[in-house]
């Protein structure tokens, strides 16, 4: 693990509650303990989800969520904001005003598209407002390769989707399960120069869920810490790989991450985040 420094940062995570555990805020406060850092929530949208299935979807008001969250900005020293699903066109746009105002922030948005599909009757126009209003103001932008593809429908690469992405101005762009085999998994980050880095993993045999929200709110959690996004992004992947790796099927659907992987007393030898 990663040695920080005494203090405590303040991540803020603004994201939908899911019951199960998996993702979501739950996803969010887990890796912040995990990671030291100290969680502030504000939920985006009630979900009615186990380990198999999502059911139903609530958003919570705007208002509700702009008064939530300008009181912890006010009160608390935020280190990094980390944005999940949003919930509705509505808070998109109220997220989009908080942004604005606090420019110095670092921002980590897992697009969390995929959570609305089927559920929502104003599903396209939800990410339709992720992408114009929030991955313009966003430090990194972690999309998985399908919800790359849902972004930016009319690519069919990764180099395509990443183009189309950093369109919108987010400073860069991680997208996992960019490249599979049977072995391996890569992800590809890309900035407005083009592609930096591929990181190359070890493909686990098990399906989780949950594995968005723990890369984008870890990444946020080292970011919080003081590394540089680069870093942050590294780390941020191994530490996402371990909790997958120690992943448990607690349900009758899929696994779901241990972000408290640590304590079992050992670590899983990861992949060599190395292409």
Known sequence: MTEFGTA???????SSHDPSGASGIQADIECAASLGCHA??????????NSRHTHNISPLPAALLIEQTRSLLEDMPVQAIRIGFVGSVENAEA???????????????????????????????????????LMPLA???????????????????????????????????????????????????????????KYQWQRLPMQSHGNGATLAASIACYLAHGLLPEEAISQGQNFTWQALAHSRRLGMGHHLPNRFF??????????????
């Open 95 to 133: 997220i989009h005003s908080i942004l604005r105002d606090y420019p110095q922030l670092p921002v980590v948005l897992d697009p969390a598209t995929s959570i609305c599909n089927g559920e929502l009757a104003d599903a396209d126009a939800i990410v339709n407002a992720t992408e114009n209003l």
């Open 40 to 49: 502030t929530s504000v939920i985006t949208a009630l979900c009615s989800k």
């Open 139 to 197: 430090t990194v932008v972690t999309p998985d390769m399908g919800e790359a593809q849902e972004i930016s429908p009319q690519s069919d690469t990764p180099e395509a989707c990443a183009h189309q992405i950093l369109e919108s101005g987010c400073h860069y762009l991680l997208i996992s399960g960019a490249r599979r085999t049977q072995d391996t998994v890569e992800n590809h980050l890309y900035n407005g120069r083009g592609l930096l880095r």
């Open 8 to 14: 405590t940062p303040v991540v803020l995570s603004l």
């Open 262 to 275: 640590w304590a079992n007393g050992h670590l899983s030898q990861s992949g060599s985040g190395h292409a």
